[in-house]
């Protein structure tokens, strides 16, 4: 895929930088101040969420690139359809009907995330 991230303001790889010194720096104030353990558990439980948080914008980008590119296939069969009705070709509707049964003859592993 070209650009899993759907907004070029959002570096997912600065994130999670910042989430691994985040922890780090928690995980050295914890062990120096033990009797605040509630709070840097909560801490961390947040820094866990924003890593969860990447990884579903990631797949979810994923799914939306595949959308997008499936939409565009569709779209453009429906054009060729149109074209060669205009042309006066015997079959104009063979165009859609290549691009629906080569949708659907793509395993789904491959258009969708396990």
Not at 24 to 44: E, K, R, Y
Not at 82 to 102: I, Q, S
């Amino acid at each position: 895929m070209s650009n899993m991230n759907p907004d070029p303001n959002l570096d997912l790889q600065q994130i999670s930088t910042r989430n691994t010194h985040a922890r780090n720096i928690i995980a050295g104030f914890s062990s120096v101040l033990p009797a605040l353990a509630d709070w840097w558990q909560a801490l961390t439980d947040a820094l866990s969420d924003a890593v969860a948080l990447a990884a579903q914008v990631t797949r979810l980008s994923a799914e939306l690139e595949r959308t997008r590119l499936d939409r565009a296939n569709l779209r453009a069969a429906m054009r060729a359809t149109l074209a060669a009705h205009a042309d006066g070709e015997a079959d104009p509707m063979w165009y859609l009907r290549d691009e629906l049964d080569a949708a659907e003859s793509v395993p789904a592993a491959s258009r969708r995330p396990a």
